[in-house]
């Protein structure tokens, strides 16, 4: 059985009612639905589509994180645990026709990578700027994980609150011990982020000396005045090293991605780093540009150990 969640319902409904000429100026998750609905009928797989108590023994393929299934319990093991029959697709934010592929769950811990491919981010045309160490710069911003009960990791159950908020107090405390308040420590918040989670942040937090960033400002407005920035999750971590700054994180369980090809891990060297400390900016793109694929390419990438086996 094969476990269809979150893509494009009415295009669905379009090709299981044969309809012609279902789309004319079609999205990138449209394309990516007709792909992968056409090679399932094509070999004949039976499979359901946005099916929630689903058997995480199916194979599923899912399209993005789908935040109202959070609390059912099968749902949760994709994040916490790995699925040798799971496929989570995502957009990517370096190239619009490309989207990531997670293979066995969507937390970085428990995926099969593909290979690196050298280069990979020359074909497909990402650039980046090489590391720029602003000695003169003392300004540090942390970027801040989301919590939200609507978005990405947190707000699965109600104790996870306070997990996020002792996880940041100990990437502060850590901070603290290395840089002895001699840097001014800015605040990068998601710009998604509920308010009220924002003020309890601020009034809990439990250090006056921080400072923040307005919610909308840009990743590239904080890469020009920061020194450095620390980031333990997120696609923060790959706009950041495309642009040359500096990244450190302490803990990179709740990420999607790894955050060793992009950030340097703990605090120790946070004062007086080299460039041959950090992170390879090529390996790092390479690395990220190796787990997307075209969404024409998806569905043959999924399939690709039953096509061997025909």
């Not at 001699?182 to 982020?193: L, Q």
């Not at 920061?226 to 803990?251: H, M, Q, R, T």
Request: glycine content about 2%; proline content about 2%; some cysteine.
């Amino acid at each position: 059985m094969y476990n269809l969640c979150n893509f494009h319902e009415l295009t669905v409904v379009n090709l299981l009612y044969k309809k012609q000429n279902i789309l004319k100026n079609d999205s990138l998750l449209q394309q990516l639905t007709i792909h992968i609905i056409e090679y399932l009928q094509k070999y004949e797989f039976v499979y359901v589509f946005q099916k929630l108590h689903f058997n995480i023994n199916d194979f599923n393929i899912h399209f993005g994180i789908v935040p109202r299934y959070k609390r059912n319990f099968e749902y949760n093991q994709l994040f916490f645990s790995g699925s040798n029959r799971f496929f989570g697709i995502s957009k990517s934010i370096l190239h619009e026709n490309y989207v990531m592929i997670s293979n066995g769950s969507w937390n970085h811990n428990y995926k099969k990578y593909y290979p690196i491919i050298e280069n990979r981010r020359i074909k497909l045309g990402v650039t980046f700027n090489s590391y720029n160490i602003k000695t003169y710069c003392k300004q540090i911003t942390v970027f801040i994980q989301n919590y939200s009960k609507k978005e990405y990791w947190f707000g699965w159950e109600d104790e996870d609150f306070h997990i996020w908020i002792s996880r940041e107090k100990q990437v502060l405390n850590m901070l603290f011990k290395e840089i002895n308040f001699d840097y001014s420590i800015y605040i990068k918040f998601h710009p998604k982020m509920d308010k009220k989670y924002i003020e309890y942040f601020k009034n809990n937090i439990g250090f006056d000396v921080l400072k923040y960033h307005e919610l909308d400002v840009t990743v590239e407005k904080v890469a020009t005045e920061s020194y450095c920035c620390i980031v333990n999750s997120g696609f923060s971590a790959v706009e950041l090293c495309k642009l040359g700054i500096p990244i450190f994180y302490l803990d990179d369980y709740y990420s999607t991605i790894p955050m060793k090809y992009f950030a340097l891990k703990d605090f120790h060297k946070i004062r007086n780093f080299e460039i041959v400390d950090l992170p390879c900016q090529k390996q790092a793109i390479d690395f990220i540009t190796s787990q997307m694929f075209h969404v024409e390419e998806v569905s043959k990438k999924i399939f690709e150990e039953y096509i061997q086996k025909c």
